[in-house]
């Protein structure tokens, strides 16, 4: 059956980098593509990115300048690393294959010194 | 990028009700290939979203017939006919015709 899992560091300082790791199974990365959301605290869901099946990418415009979404198709892992973190990134990181059928359980990073 | 605008915010409902959300973009979502890549999504209480409906008016895997999509062009609604506890939660609607995606706001159903 198809899953996925987030991992990832719990707290990240401010101004370093995230890295998360969505770890596939039950379909190829080569064949789906994987989407990035996120959700601050009591707030709603916001669109990150998306790493398609050819391996192309899209980015939410507010986020583009600090995200990148990669992949390694024979790990099935997909990767999101986002740098200059502040406070505001504090949120549940979500992966889910797109279009949004199937979803991690999704993992909370705190931004914070 | 493509707004996606829900309303209302909050919907206050019994049981066995029906009611409706509406989610208006601001361009057209029917694509180039005749599909239109709107959907929604479902999140209880503590738990990853789950996706009701795909491409306007299909029903996912799973889904309950209490749930139906309509809609076109710029226009579209989720409606709920006979709201069970199991409903209650935030419902999100989503774009994908348009990269980058965007999701609507948010519809947070309560019990009245």
């Known amino acids: 059956q198809v899953q996925l899992k987030e991992s990832g560091p719990g707290l990240v300082q401010p101004s370093q980098t995230l890295s998360l790791t969505c770890t596939v199974s039950g379909f190829s990365l080569s064949s789906y593509g994987v989407i990035w959301v996120r959700q601050p605290p009591g707030k709603g869901l916001e669109w990150m990115g998306v790493?398609?099946?050819?391996?192309?990418?899209n980015y939410n415009s507010a986020l583009k300048s600090r995200l990148s979404i990669s992949r390694d198709t024979s790990k099935s892992q997909v990767y999101l690393k986002m740098n200059s973190l502040q406070t505001e990134d504090t949120a549940t990181y979500y992966c889910?294959?797109?279009?949004?059928?199937?979803w991690g359980q999704g993992t909370l990073v705190t931004v914070s010194s | 990028d493509v707004v996606l605008t829900q309303t209302p915010s909050i919907l206050s409902a019994t049981i066995g009700q029906s009611v409706s959300i509406s989610c208006r973009s601001s361009?057209?979502?029917?694509?180039?290939?005749?599909?239109?890549?709107l959907y929604w999504f479902l999140q209880r209480p503590g738990q990853s979203p789950q996706r009701l409906i795909y491409?306007?008016?299909n029903l996912g895997s799973g889904v309950p017939n209490r749930f139906s999509g309509s809609g076109s062009g710029t226009d579209f609604t989720l409606k709920i006919s006979g709201v069970e506890a199991e409903d209650l939660g935030v419902y999100y609607c989503m774009q994908a015709t348009h990269a980058p995606y965007t999701f609507g706001a948010g519809t947070k159903l309560e019990l009245k």
């Open positions: 790493i398609w099946g050819n391996g192309n990418t």
């Open positions: 361009q057209s979502l029917l694509d180039s290939d005749g599909n239109t890549y």
């Open positions: 491409l306007v008016s």
């Open positions: 889910a294959r797109d279009p949004g059928a199937y």
